[in-house]
């Protein structure tokens, strides 16, 4: 048991798949797993074990924004002895050609956060993704005719901005689309030498103003789950 996650040792997979709301965490594991069981209730941050073609898998929800999900990378990583992380995330849009429930590989995240600034002084670290993750996400995508985009994302730390014009700026310089953990999830998944990759589904756009009902995004994100499913079970 470790300070937010209430597991006995053991109940964890070496691979698990982060959403930031703990109830697409539920809806994952049980539409996705075989024999799913709830291992966290603390905090209401849902996590579940199961297995997915006979691989064990878990599902954790980590909050919204890299101060809540930094806790849960650290304590599974350093307490639970994880080894893949696998971020499936909402995101908004900041390019025309990237669409509602369009799929996006974070292959870098841009971030507004200082959490790094204090570690490289004067200098900027770059997180990026696992590659080898990231080769399996695009196989299975491409094998499968999932289109996806991939690139750069920003890890922001407000979800409501003051200057609504802001994100053309980064769009300009081709970030794709905005969320809130994966700028951490790669720094800390680097310090720790262990895998991370985020997968993304676009529920907002900065560009055209559309956004998904909050059920939306708990419950309907499926090719982004299978393409994460495929590319933790594949050896
Ligand atoms: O859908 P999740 O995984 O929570 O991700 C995005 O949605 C939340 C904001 O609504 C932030 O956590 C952002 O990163
Ligand atoms: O616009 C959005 C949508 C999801 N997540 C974000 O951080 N921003």
């Not at 841009?110 to 670290?125: P, Q, V």
Request: with cysteine; hydrophobic share 40%; proline share 4%.
């Amino acid at each position: 048991m470790s300070t937010h996650i209430e597991a006995k040792p053991g109940e964890i997979a070496e691979t698990v798949l982060m959403p930031g709301d703990p109830l697409r965490a539920k809806w994952i594991a049980e539409t996705f797993l075989e024999n799913p069981v709830c291992y966290n209730r603390v905090r209401g941050m849902l996590g579940y074990t199961g297995t997915y073609k006979g691989k064990k898998v878990s599902v954790q929800g980590s909050g919204m924004g890299m101060p809540s999900a930094m806790i849960y990378f650290h304590e599974l990583i350093n307490e639970y002895g994880v080894k893949n992380i696998i971020r499936v995330g909402s995101a908004g849009s900041y390019q025309e050609d990237v669409k509602l429930n369009d799929v996006v590989l974070a292959m870098a995240a841009s971030t507004t956060s200082g959490m790094n600034n204090s570690r490289f002084i004067n200098s900027d670290y770059s997180p990026t993704a696992d590659f080898d993750l990231f080769i399996k996400a695009v196989n299975y995508a491409q094998n499968n005719n999932i289109p996806i985009k991939a690139g750069n994302v920003l890890s922001s730390d407000e979800f409501y901005n003051d200057d609504p014009e802001e994100y053309k700026l980064w769009a300009q310089y081709g970030v794709l689309c905005v969320e809130m953990e994966t700028a951490g999830l790669y720094t800390i998944a680097a310090k720790y030498n262990i895998r991370a990759l985020t997968i993304l589904t676009i529920s907002d756009s900065l560009v055209t103003e559309e956004k998904l009902s909050a059920h939306a995004r708990e419950t309907t994100f499926k090719d982004m789950v299978k393409i994460a499913l495929a590319a933790a079970s594949m050896p």
